[in-house]
């Protein structure tokens, strides 16, 4: 395994001192080139734990460090400067035109009142045509429908630069064909040397990126490891409290898929 970027250590968080525990004794690490997909029901963690990544909360014990340095001494720019963030979802109060909202990604690095420059640009078109959304450029980014604004929000975040890129859910309001483009982008961008940290509920994704997973319930986690040793069918009727079927890839010959026996 590559250098260690980002690392969690021993973090636990409630929203209150005498408030039940929301995370607990959460240990994990991010090399280069390294996508972790954290996996888990709904109400496991999963978003509050991003927060913590990002240092938008503080962890009540542990820590979360940066190639060594702790996001805590960390000022938001250099955060900003090491982390992009793809959220579930964004609003704008403001008629910004796509390749606008795609442009700020590029804000950590002009600074101040600085004006992009014209490698600014360049860089923000090539990420929106990467994402294969040049074709929005000049739609406003408040008409978009929700997907397109997520590709939109991904862009932005390839734009940034940042070694590290956090994806909350980042296909969830995506449709099949976007599903698979975005989990393409994100395979394309480990290639590239990028740490990607991305939560998701669905384990046909970690199957299909082949990447490490962490199964988090109730705000602990009760597995980390290749997909195919973690993501077996008692784990994951005991992580989400179902009975489930497996699917295989009879080409592949590798499990592909979980779908939810019905009541």
Partial sequence: MGVKRLEILGLSFRRSPRGAPILTDIDLDVAAGEIL????????????LVQCLLGLLRPETGSV??????????????????????????????????????????????GGMGAPSEKDRQIAEDAMRSVGILHLRRRLFTELSGGERQLVLIARAMAQETP???????????????????????????????????????????????????????GRLTAVGPVDDVCETGAMNELYGARLHRLTDRAAGRLSAFVPELP
């Fill in 37 to 48: 997909s954290i996996l888990g029901p709904n109400g496991a963690g999963k978003s509050t």
């Fill in 65 to 110: 460090r940066l190639s060594g340095d702790d996001v805590a001494r960390l000022t938001r720019l250099e955060i900003a400067r090491r982390i992009a963030y793809v959220p579930q979802s964004a609003q704008t109060a403001f008629a910004f035109e796509a390749a606008h909202m795609v442009l700020t990604g590029r804000s950590v690095h002009i």
């Fill in 164 to 218: 590290v890129i956090v994806m909350d859910e980042p296909t969830a309001s995506l449709d099949l064909g976007n599903q698979g483009r975005a989990l393409g982008l994100i395979r394309d961008l480990a290639r590239a040397g990028k740490s990607i940290v991305m939560t998701t509920h669905l384990p046909d994704q970690a199957f299909n990126l082949r990447c490490r997973v962490a199964l988090l319930k109730a």
